[in-house]
C-alpha cells in the first residue's frame, strides 16, 4: 500500500533501518568488491539506505525487502561505475553460449577462490561479470535471483559467472606486484600521538572550523563544536589505542580496543586542509567493512 509522498515518521524510519542494519554486512561486501574499495563500498551502502528511505516516502515498503535493497545498491554501484568510465568488455548476453558452470565439488572451489580474491581485484572483471561472480560465489544468491536482480536470462547469468570464475582464476595465479613502502604524514602522526597520549584538547585544537564527522547510520555532525564531542566519548574507553596504517591507497588509522590486542577493531579516515581537520569518518559501527579491508600497519 503506498504512502503518498508524505514524511517517513521517526517510528517508522528507526524500524526499517533496524531491519535494514541486519543485511547492512551482506551489502557491503556486494558493493566492496563492485566497487574495488571497501572504503567506497560502505559509501554505496549508506547511499542505498539513505534512497531506501525515501522511496519508503513514495511508495512504501516492497514485500522483499533484501532483494529491494540489493537492487538499490547495484543500480548505485554501476551509476557510480560509469561515472568513472568503466566499461564492459563485452554485451550482456555475448557469452550465451558458453558451457554451464562446473557442478560440485568444483562449484564450492569457485566460491572459496572469490572468497580469498582481494577486494581490489574484482574490478579487473567486467561489471557483469564481477556482479554475477560476487552474488553466487561469495554471496550464494540463487541463479534465478541473480538473473532478476539483473534483468537478464539464467543462462546468461550461467555463461558470464563461467567466464568470470575462468577470469579470476588468471587474476589469482598473478603474483601481486610488491607494495611500496609508505611514510606517514605529520598530520596522521600528530593525530596518532595526541590520541593515544589522551590530549583530547590537543586534538580539538586541530579541528577545522567547518570540520564534518560521518558515524555509520547517525546524522552527520558539523563544526568544531558539535565534533568536539567526538573525543570525550573515547575519552571514556579505557585502552584503546591508534597506529597510522593505509588502506587503499589511502593514509587511515587503525583503532585497536585493548592494549594486548594485536588486530585493529576498526579503522578512522580523516581529511586535512593546511594541517586541520575538515573531515573524519569513523567505522566504530561498521565493523563489517574490516572483514574484507586489506589494512597495512
Same mark, same amino acid.
Given at each position: &500500500? ?8 521517526? =517510528? ?21 568488491? +563492485? &566497487? ?5 563500498? =560502505? ?8 534512497? !531506501? ?12 525487502? #533484501? ?10 554501484? *554501476?551509476?557510480?561505475? #560509469?561515472? $568513472? ?7 550482456? =548476453? ?15 572451489? &569457485? ?26 560465489? @561469495? %554471496?550464494?544468491?540463487? %541463479? ?7 534483468? @537478464? ?7 558470464? +559467472?563461467?567466464?568470470?570464475?575462468? #577470469? ?19 598530520? @596522521?602522526?600528530?593525530?596518532?600521538? %595526541? ?12 579541528? !577545522?572550523?567547518?570540520?564534518? +564527522? ?53 579503522? &578512522?579516515?580523516?581529511?586535512? $586542509?593546511?594541517? $586541520? ?11 563489517? @567493512? *574490516? $572483514?574484507?579491508? =586489506?589494512?597495512?600497519?
Amino acid at each position: &500500500m503506498s504512502t503518498g509522498s508524505q514524511p517517513l515518521d521517526a =517510528e517508522r524510519r528507526a524500524d526499517f533501518l533496524a531491519r535494514a542494519e541486519d543485511l547492512r554486512p551482506e551489502l557491503h561486501r556486494y558493493c566492496a568488491r +563492485l &566497487m574495488g574499495s571497501v572504503i567506497e563500498g =560502505e559509501d554505496v551502502v549508506q547511499d542505498t539506505l539513505a534512497r !531506501a528511505v525515501v522511496a519508503l516516502q513514495e511508495s512504501g515498503e516492497p514485500a522483499a525487502l #533484501r532483494a529491494w535493497l540489493f537492487r538499490i545498491a547495484h543500480n548505485r554501484a *554501476m551509476d557510480l561505475l #560509469r561515472g $568513472r568510465a568503466f566499461r564492459d568488455s563485452e554485451p550482456i =548476453e555475448a557469452a550465451s553460449a558458453i558451457a554451464d558452470p562446473n557442478p560440485e565439488p568444483m562449484e564450492t572451489l &569457485m566460491q572459496r577462490e572469490a572468497i580469498k580474491t582481494a577486494v581490489s581485484r574484482f574490478t579487473e572483471l567486467p561489471t557483469v561479470q564481477r556482479s554475477i561472480v560476487i552474488l553466487k560465489d @561469495v %554471496l550464494d544468491e540463487p %541463479l534465478a535471483d541473480i538473473a532478476r536482480l539483473l534483468d @537478464v536470462s539464467v543462462d546468461s547469468v550461467k555463461a558470464h +559467472l563461467a567466464r568470470g570464475r575462468a #577470469r579470476l582464476r588468471e587474476i589469482n595465479a598473478r603474483i601481486p606486484s610488491p607494495t611500496a613502502d609508505r611514510t606517514h604524514s605529520n598530520d @596522521v602522526s600528530r593525530y596518532v600521538t %595526541l590520541f593515544n597520549q589522551h590530549d583530547w584538547d590537543g586534538l580539538r585544537a586541530l579541528l !577545522a572550523d567547518d570540520v564534518k +564527522l560521518q558515524q555509520s547510520s547517525h546524522a552527520v555532525r558539523s563544526g568544531s563544536k558539535d565534533v568536539g564531542g567526538f573525543f570525550g566519548k573515547y575519552a571514556k574507553i579505557d585502552g584503546i589505542r591508534l597506529a597510522p596504517a593505509w588502506l587503499e591507497g589511502r593514509e587511515v588509522i587503525a583503532v585497536f580496543e585493548h592494549k594486548d590486542t594485536p588486530s585493529p577493531a576498526y579503522f &578512522m579516515w580523516l581529511k586535512w $586542509r593546511d594541517g $586541520r581537520i575538515v573531515f573524519i569518518r569513523d567505522y566504530r559501527y561498521d565493523r563489517y @567493512v *574490516m $572483514r574484507d579491508a =586489506e589494512l597495512k600497519i
